[in-house]
């Protein structure tokens, strides 16, 4: 599943938000804080996001890819993971950040809106987020 959001952040803004783990609660309502090994992200980057509720999830950053502004990571352990693949791309009126979900459509359907929220917030300009 694929969910893209334009806004009016520079692609050069909204990728420094997007690979830097101790930003994602910036932008991403489900995430309260993380802790990683790496700042900003790069292969084999470790970590765990903590959500609402205690929740705790580990996850890998499989690749990173400054130059094209694309980034893929696995979350989750064993057969409850999933594999995300996250872009910037520039547009006319600042950036589009999208993501793409692989997992089966029925348990990613309810994580639109959520994703969907936290793309709008991440390629907001700064003053937008308060």
Request: proline residues 9%; charged residues 20%.
């Amino acid at each position: 599943m694929l969910v893209s959001v334009e806004g009016p952040a520079t692609a050069a803004e909204v990728w420094q938000r997007y690979t830097s783990p101790a930003r994602w609660s910036e932008w991403a309502p489900q995430i309260t804080s993380v802790d990683a090994d790496h700042d900003p992200i790069r292969p084999a980057t470790r970590g765990v996001v903590h959500g609402p509720l205690l929740v705790r999830v580990p996850f890998t950053i499989l690749d990173v890819d400054a130059t094209a502004r694309r980034w893929s990571w696995r979350v989750g352990v064993g057969p409850i993971s999933l594999r995300m693949e996250h872009g910037v791309d520039e547009s006319p009126s600042g950036s589009v950040a999208w993501v793409e979900i692989h997992a089966p459509t029925l348990l990613v359907l309810p994580y639109q809106p959520i994703a969907r929220l936290a793309l709008r917030r991440a390629v907001s300009v700064e003053d937008d987020q308060s």
